[in-house]
């Protein structure tokens, strides 16, 4: 609500938390950070979720 606005937002989904953690700490997703981080601000969050909800009729 507060700063300037968001240009892009990505949502990746992973079967588990540690999935994700180990996808993040690979070098072809941690150089890309790094250089952008130098060039614009970056952010990014592992947040912890559920399973998607089921359709009832």
């Known amino acids: 609500m507060e700063g300037p606005a968001?240009?892009?937002a990505v949502v990746l989904q992973f079967p588990s938390m540690q999935d994700a953690k180990d996808w993040y700490n690979t070098p072809p997703i941690?150089?890309?950070?790094?250089?952008?981080?130098?060039a614009r601000s970056i952010a990014s969050s592992l947040l912890r979720g559920s399973r998607a909800p089921v359709k009832t009729a």
Do not use: L, N, Y
């Open 6 to 8: 968001i240009e892009c």
């Open 30 to 38: 941690r150089m890309p950070f790094a250089i952008g981080s130098r």
